[in-house]
T-cell receptor
Framework: GAGVSQTPSNKVTEKGKYVELRCDPI?????LYWYRQSLGQGPEFLIYFQGTGAADDSGLPNDRFFADRPEGSVSTLKIQRTERGDSAVYLC?????????????FGEGSRLTVL | AQSVAQPEDQVNVAEGNPLTVKCTYSVSGNPYLFWYVQYPNRGLQFLLK??????LVKGSYGFEAEFNKSQTSFHLKKPSALVSDSALYFCAVRDSGAGSYQLTFGKGTKLSVIP
């Protein structure tokens, strides 16, 4: 596709449930990033991948959060035992190369609401 | 650790007047600096970046930004504001001295251009 695609665009779930959020990056982009944005805040870094491997997962808040990118393209962010505090917009971005100078291209986000 | 500060939560400017959105940063190495814009219910869009060289960088939609190393600032500017410029603006930084390509964002500044 032309841009970064994220599904679902909206997800409402109950506290304690498991959630998966999918990101399909721009074709050929080797770096992929996940961010979380709460209301009135800037994007908060979660994890980034260079190819299939997680190059930096220091932003994952706890062991309920996990992400993978098994074939180096699509990535899935997985949240176990969701809590109300997990409610946010989850943003995915990709970058053409893994270097420090490249800009990120963002998807429109997946809005997660935990009731 | 790398960080970004956007000291103004909101900036109001009259249409046709020049605008400035402020950003300061903190890094241990050299900074790579970015500006993004977010329209309501849309993903973040890249505006411009500073990597090296000329301190004045030009970007999309007539925006420019000035890198000032001594003041550790990277303010976003536009000579003549349009109502359509009203949006949320985010400054972001990567540290060339860090081991990660994590991009750290500020909290954002809401720009309102008044007709």
């Amino acid at each position: 596709g032309a841009g970064v695609s994220q599904t679902p665009s909206n997800k409402v779930t109950e506290k304690g449930k498991y959630v998966e959020l999918r990101c399909d990056p721009i074709s050929g982009h080797t770096a992929l990033y996940w961010y979380r944005q709460s209301l009135g805040q800037g994007p908060e870094f979660l994890i980034y991948f260079q190819g299939t491997g997680a190059a930096d997962d220091s932003g994952l808040p706890n062991d309920r959060f996990f992400a993978d990118r098994p074939e180096g393209s699509v990535s899935t962010l997985k949240i176990q035992r969701t809590e109300r505090g997990d409610s946010a917009v989850y943003l995915c971005a990709s970058s053409k190369a893994g270097g420090p100078t490249g800009e990120l291209f963002f998807g429109e986000g997946s809005r997660l609401t935990v009731l | 650790a790398q960080s970004v500060a956007q000291p103004e939560d909101q900036v109001n400017v009259a249409e046709g007047n020049p605008l400035t959105v402020k950003c300061t940063y903190s890094v241990s190495g050299n900074p790579y600096l970015f500006w993004y814009v977010q329209y309501p219910n849309r993903g973040l869009q890249f505006l411009l970046k500073y990597i090296t060289g000329d301190n004045l960088v030009k970007g999309s939609y007539g925006f420019e930004a000035e890198f000032n190393k001594s003041q550790t600032s990277f303010h976003l500017k536009k000579p003549s504001a349009l109502v359509s410029d009203s949006a949320l603006y985010f400054c972001a930084v990567r540290d060339s001295g860090a081991g990660s390509y994590q991009l750290t964002f500020g909290k954002g500044t809401k720009l309102s251009v008044i007709p």
